[in-house]
């Protein structure tokens, strides 16, 4: 070999290594990861249930079932956000338990991911069958505040009594939200009866969110067989 070809070989060598190895995640192996864990987590079935709520949300607007102005008006979107929060928190289950703790060095980033994903598809789901009629009191920023809080409830609540009993905690909630509403109660820390532009409930909820995704990242839902 020539000195010009090696010259041409080592400045070719750091674009070279520049481009491989690809990120982790892109690798077959990464992917199918991603797939199996989505598919543990019945990821498809989640999805299904959150257009069906924003389905819902749709009708609810069409026929009028949700009535007058104000607080008032979110008697209905309550419950369905709480719905689809139920929906994300009961996701952090997982059928391989210790298992998968003991063999999944990417398992807190698969948790975060999945858990935040299911969070925007719902505040999607239920923004896109009330834009169909646009007569939702509170608008876009009313139910980003309620789906966000609730989801962090509901992902807390996994932590304590495990996946599959965690939509009590978002239903209770929105038990004391709909109260909220009647007895027009002004605590931020029950943000469904605040309006949409206060700020302190909008806090509120994004703490308790923020809260929630931590905890299902780095610790996840409590395993029943294991005592965990």
């Known amino acids: ?41 019945r990821v498809p079935a989640a999805l299904a249930a959150l257009a069906v709520c924003g389905v ?14 104000g607080t008032g008006a979110q008697s209905v979107p309550i419950v369905l956000e ?45 923004c896109a069958g009330a834009a169909i009629t646009g007569d939702l009191s509170g608008g876009t920023l009313g139910v980003l505040r309620n789906v966000a809080g609730l989801t962090g409830i ?8 495990g996946g599959g009993l965690a939509w009590i905690a ?13 007895a027009g109660w002004t605590t931020p820390w029950l943000w469904p009866a605040r309006p949409p532009a206060d700020h302190g409930a ?10 929630g995704v931590a905890v299902t990242a780095f610790r996840g839902a409590r395993d029943p067989a294991s005592g965990d």
């Open 82 to 126: 709480a719905g689809t929060a139920s929906v994300v928190a009961v996701t952090t289950s997982s059928p391989f338990g210790e298992l998968e703790r003991a063999g999944v060095r990417w398992l807190p980033w698969l948790r975060l991911g999945t858990a935040v994903a299911l969070a925007g598809a719902a505040v999607g789901a239920l």
């Open 1 to 41: 070999m020539t000195a010009a070809g090696l010259q041409n070989l080592a400045g070719a060598a750091p674009e070279a290594k520049a481009s491989w190895p690809p990120p982790a995640w892109l690798h077959p192996a990464g992917l199918r990861l991603v797939r199996l864990h989505l598919a543990s987590r």
């Open 154 to 161: 509901g992902l807390l609540a996994a932590a304590v009594t």
């Open 170 to 182: 978002p239903m209770a909630y929105m038990v004391a939200a709909q109260y909220a509403i009647i």
């Open 202 to 211: 909008a806090l509120c909820a994004a703490l308790v969110l923020a809260a």
């Open 56 to 69: 819902v949300m749709w009708a609810a607007l069409y026929w009028h079932w949700v009535l007058g102005s």
